[in-house]
């Protein structure tokens, strides 16, 4: 038997075993010290009291028999599917319950996802990116081509004369970048995927940080994305299910590729390869979408945004160019004096005790700049900000 060797393609995923090699040997020289950690993608704030009490509830209803839950149906909770749909429906995305799948997160659906689109594909990925998007792709077999994106256009790229892909992922509000796809921009994508008959992957894992009015949180607010698009969303980053896991992914019925309907092929893939998202889980994601619950998270999401602030502010004073911060938790940030991602990474660990995400990591052309994170405690985001412009300054 020889297994997947696609796996041999793989490279090391190099770039948080690197950091917390460096880590670990910085703290092993100075024992003690106190490390500003401004580089994690987890939340740090805990569950909203609505999600909280409707999981007591859930693990109650299975106590007794008359409220217990075997198996859920596979594609979701209808009440849920509906409620999602709902929720798109307030950003003029009018999608119905069926074309909501409920899933237990977005990194498990970026990569079954692929099941719909068979072997020996040509996929498209703007770079700096998620890694996840690379690595699904590899082991997949598919041929990856890298769209590296940069400052002059903002790391948001637009559909050009290159190779024809069968699948074209977006991520936006974007990680690492923090950029915003305008509305402009995702139309010129929908109608470069209809006329070259590709299929858009439009991760919308941090569509609850936009704030500004006139940025789509959805790809299906855009005309022509329904023959087009599917979107991957997760209640991970919006509502702190990062260890708790649920998400949803919209295939719309208009959706067709050679006279298959993705959507129906969706509904098989997944009565054959899953039993359905817990009962007591799927209850909790219901309580993000009550008027409740929407307020408590918006509350979480608003501490978040209030770390970006503190360091935008900081790089403001310092006069270094970023992107990111007002629409995403993250900030891309060009390193100072031309310093090289990981040269810059070393600098701040020895002199400042700050830790960030080297931007050579999400690609090569990542090289040159820096992710900070705005998902660690407000305390330590004031100190990191303030030692940054005594350090730069
Ligand atoms: N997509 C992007 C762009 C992410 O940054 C992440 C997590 O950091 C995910 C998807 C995964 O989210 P989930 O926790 O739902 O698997």
């Known amino acids: 038997m020889i297994p997947n060797t696609n796996y041999k393609n793989l490279k090391d995923s190099y770039l948080f075993y690197h950091i917390a090699q460096k880590t670990k040997a910085y703290l092993e020289q100075h024992p003690g010290a106190y490390l500003y950690r401004m580089g994690i993608g987890d939340v740090s704030l805990p569950l909203c009291d609505a999600v909280i009490q409707a999981l007591h509830k859930a693990v109650d209803d299975q106590a007794v028999k008359a409220s217990f839950h075997g198996y859920m149906p596979e594609c979701g909770d209808p009440e849920l599917r509906r409620t999602i749909a709902g929720y798109y429906k307030k950003r003029n995305a009018d999608l119905s319950p069926e074309e909501v799948f409920i899933s237990s997160g977005a990194s498990d659906e970026l990569g079954d996802i692929l099941d ?14 998620y890694p996840a998007y690379v690595d699904a792709n590899i082991i997949a077999g598919n041929t990856i081509i890298h769209i590296p994106s940069g400052e002059a256009e903002g790391f948001v790229p637009q559909p050009g004369e290159r190779d024809r892909a069968d699948v074209i992922y977006i991520c936006s509000p974007n990680n690492p970048t923090g950029a915003v796809f305008s509305r402009e921009r995702l139309k010129q994508w929908v109608d470069y995927a209809n ?8 991760d919308a894992a941090y569509e609850a940080f936009i704030e500004d009015e006139d940025i789509p949180h959805s790809i299906f607010e855009i005309e022509g994305a329904k023959t087009c698009a ?29 006279g298959m309907r993705l959507n129906e092929m969706w509904i098989r893939n997944r009565t054959t390869k899953t039993n359905g998202v817990s009962y007591i889980i799927q209850k909790g994601g219901a309580a993000v979408f009550t008027e409740e619950g929407q307020k408590q998270v918006r509350e979480r999401i608003q501490v978040y945004k209030k770390n970006a602030k503190v360091l935008m502010e900081a790089l403001d004073r310092l006069g270094i160019w970023y992107c990111g911060g007002k629409n995403a938790p993250y900030i891309w940030m060009r390193c100072p004096g031309g310093m090289g991602s990981w040269e810059f990474f070393d600098y701040l660990l020895q ?11 999400f690609g090569a052309c990542g090289e040159g700049y820096f992710r900070f994170s705005t998902f660690g405690s407000p305390e330590d985001t004031k100190e990191a900000a303030e030692r940054l412009v005594k350090l730069l300054g």
């Open 230 to 258: 599917i979107e991957i969303c997760s209640l991970s980053k919006t509502a702190g299910f990062t260890g708790t896991r649920l998400g949803y992914t919209v295939i719309p019925r208009e959706l067709e590729r050679n």
């Open 116 to 129: 719909l689109f068979g072997r020996d594909k040509k996929v498209m990925i703007m770079e700096p990116a």
């Open 351 to 361: 002199e400042i005790q700050v830790v960030g995400t080297p931007g050579e990591g």
């Open 195 to 202: 006329r070259t008959d590709a299929v858009l992957l439009f």
